[in-house]
C-alpha cells in the first residue's frame, strides 16, 4: 500500500500554501465590489465618448508632421485641446478626486525629473485623460455632470 511520508507531506502542504498566496498576492486579497448597472452604464457611456474623442483629436492632428521637439509639444497640446474640449461638450469634467490623487504622485514625479510640479500634474492630466476605462485604486479623470443643461 501507500506509505505516507511526512517529509513530502509537508513540502507538498508548502507548496499548496505558497501557491494559494502567489494567487491572492496576484489577483489581491480583497474583493472588489460589483458594479450597479447605473455605473455599468455610466462605464460605458465614458468609453464610448472617450473613444470619440480620442477619435477627434487623433483626426486634429494627422497632418501635423513635427520635425523639431517644440513642434511635437504643439501637436500633443493641441491633441490634449481637442480632448478636453470635446469632453466638456459632452457633459464631463475633470474629476475632482483624481486631481486629489495625481497632486502627491506629481509631486513625486516632479522631485524624480527634475521638473515643476505642474508640468508633472499636467503631464499626468494628459496620460490619464486618455483612459477611459477603470484603472485599479486610481479615481477615474472624467466625471459626468449632474447639472442638467437647460
Known amino acids: 500500500m501507500f506509505k505516507f511520508n511526512l517529509k513530502i507531506g509537508m513540502i507538498l502542504l508548502a507548496v499548496l500554501l505558497v501557491s494559494i498566496y502567489f494567487l ?3 489577483t489581491g486579497w480583497q474583493t472588489k465590489p460589483a458594479l450597479s448597472p447605473a455605473q455599468i452604464k455610466l ?3 465614458l468609453a464610448k465618448m ?7 483629436s487623433e483626426r486634429a492632428v494627422a497632418n501635423d508632421v513635427p520635425i523639431v521637439e517644440f513642434q511635437m509639444l504643439l501637436r500633443l497640446a493641441k491633441k490634449t485641446n481637442v480632448i478636453e474640449q470635446c469632453m466638456t461638450d459632452n457633459g464631463y469634467k475633470q474629476n475632482p478626486a483624481w486631481l486629489t490623487y495625481a497632486r502627491p504622485v506629481a ?13 508633472a500634474l499636467t503631464s499626468l492630466s494628459r496620460a490619464d485623460m486618455q483612459l477611459f476605462a477603470p484603472v485599479a485604486n486610481r479615481p477615474d479623470y472624467w466625471l459626468k455632470n449632474q447639472q442638467k443643461s437647460n
Open 43 to 45: 462605464q460605458a457611456e
Open 50 to 56: 472617450g473613444d470619440r474623442c480620442l477619435d477627434f
Open 107 to 119: 509631486t513625486i514625479n516632479a522631485a524624480k525629473n527634475k521638473i515643476s510640479i505642474s508640468e
Open 24 to 26: 491572492y498576492a496576484k
